[in-house]
């Protein structure tokens, strides 16, 4: 009998939990949640759950000490917590979140200790590493040379769900929606040039992709694409970028929010609990008499026939409505808002994009190559959505080739290695988690995109 502990039971851990619940008497695993809160899914399920504070240590320790494998699903910041108790008792420690400093830092202490501490295998990061990786692979085996590497995700509302003229609704943490951008620019290379994208452009610089049934989306610049230089081996490469994707629309209409200033999070607002919204819009304008709608346009040179009007006026930023909070930042203000007005209800469906371009140099005819792999994935509903599906799958398949000795790396890890992403890859694809791949040729360079 093998003990897995599992830290959060919340809205990405649907998948995850059933997934290894399913598989625990075959397996023999026992399996333990603990969570803040009681989960309904994790008693349906059958599974043993205590509530826990993770600040707790002593009630921490008392779980770690028992497990073979620990996964947290707790938001990144409490991961150091789990961390500390994990290397305190020799276990393995699975997530689904970017790697962080404080990891890094213990990377000596857990290959001494004999451990593996697998991080970002969920779907971004996680997907986006297995399936980028698998096909730069490939590139390379081939002998070919590649030029030019973009990656794109988003996590959207499915086309039978879009009612609304924004064609988004949150599937993950709204102030992370609210503050996507924010605390310094776009970084990234391009034809062998290091180019920035500060954050109030990040929104007007987008790029136009298109993926078959399902149309077209923009895409906008992630903060940080050079540290994927190093982690897929990139380093000859001269064009390497990553982003995130909307509908069309949504970047020009979002940036109105920027350049007022609405989504920042430095400052807190006076007299917010007696404001309503349509004040607090006002509050970043210029002192004038006409309607604040009306000065808004002016002020952003919006023309009154303007696809972004219906955007604004949908949401409710001009309504005589109380924003109901005793203290809050611009940031916080816009994340109720938006969190009211972009909810996904339980009989909707969300939708999980993921494209990556690749352009290499056939080795042989030395004809310019585009290769393209997309992902498409739709939820089931507001409560077993893609996102779910493609954050908790990849990290269950995870523990699963751990527990039964599939995985023999010791130290510190993401999912870029062939005998990590290829079996997960493999077994996501009965689950409906496959991607498209499609190829042209260029005849002459002069031809090249």
């Not at 699963?400 to 999912?415: E, S």
Request: charged share 25%; aromatic share 12%; with cysteine.
């Amino acid at each position: 009998m093998k003990n897995i502990l599992i830290f959060g039971a919340g809205r990405s851990s649907v998948f995850l939990l059933t997934y290894l619940a399913e598989r625990a008497s075959k397996y023999h695993w026992h399996i333990k949640v603990v969570d803040a809160e009681e989960s309904d899914l994790a008693i349906a399920l059958k599974l043993s759950f205590s509530i826990l504070n993770v600040r707790d240590e002593f009630a921490r320790d008392q779980e770690v000490r028992e497990a073979d494998l620990v996964i947290s699903m707790l938001p990144a910041r409490l991961h150091k917590l789990v961390m500390q108790s994990c290397l305190k008792f020799s276990k393995s420690l699975f997530t689904a979140s970017y790697e962080s400093k404080d990891t890094q830092l213990v990377e000596d202490e857990v290959k001494s200790k004999g451990l593996l501490f697998l991080n970002e295998c969920g779907l971004d990061p996680g997907l986006d590493h297995m399936s980028a990786m698998r096909v730069i692979n490939e590139i390379k085996k081939d002998g070919h040379q590649l030029e030019a590497f973009e990656s794109f995700t988003g996590g959207l509302v499915a086309p039978e769900s879009d009612d609304n003229p924004w064609h988004y609704k949150f599937s993950w943490n709204p102030r992370n929606v609210v503050l996507a951008g924010q605390g310094g620019p776009a970084k990234f290379i391009q034809k062998g040039k290091v180019k920035y994208i500060p954050y109030n452009r990040l929104f007007r610089r987008t790029e136009l992709i298109e993926i078959d049934d399902y149309g077209w989306f923009e895409g906008y610049a992630n903060r940080d694409s050079m540290s994927y230089i190093e982690k897929y081996g990139l380093q000859e490469v001269p064009t390497v970028f990553r982003g995130t994707l909307r509908r069309p629309g949504f970047c020009k209409a979002w940036n109105v929010f920027v350049q007022l200033g609405a989504t920042s999070d430095e400052y807190y607002i006076d007299n917010v609990e007696d404001m309503t919204y349509r004040e607090f819009i006002n509050s970043f304008l210029y002192y004038h008499p006409a309607t604040i709608d009306l000065k808004l346009y002016h002020s952003m040179q919006i023309p009154m026939d303007s696809e972004i009007i219906p955007k604004l006026e949908w949401l409710g930023i001009f309504d005589d409505r109380k924003i109901g909070l005793k203290r809050a930042t611009p940031a916080q203000v816009m994340e109720k808002l938006l969190s009211e007005k972009w909810q996904l209800m339980p009989e909707d469906k969300d939708m999980i994009v993921m494209w990556h371009k690749f352009e290499y140099l056939d080795r042989d005819s030395q004809q310019k190559v585009e290769k393209n792999s997309s992902l498409v994935v739709i939820g089931e509903s507001g409560e077993k959505t893609a996102m779910a599906k493609t954050v908790g799958l990849p990290l269950a398949v995870a523990a699963k080739l751990f527990l039964t000795d599939k995985l023999n790396h010791c130290g510190i890890y993401i999912p870029t290695q062939p005998d990590i992403y290829e079996p997960i890859l493999d077994e996501l694809e009965s689950f409906g988690i496959k991607f498209t791949e499609m190829e042209k040729r260029f005849e002459g360079l002069e031809n090249a995109v």
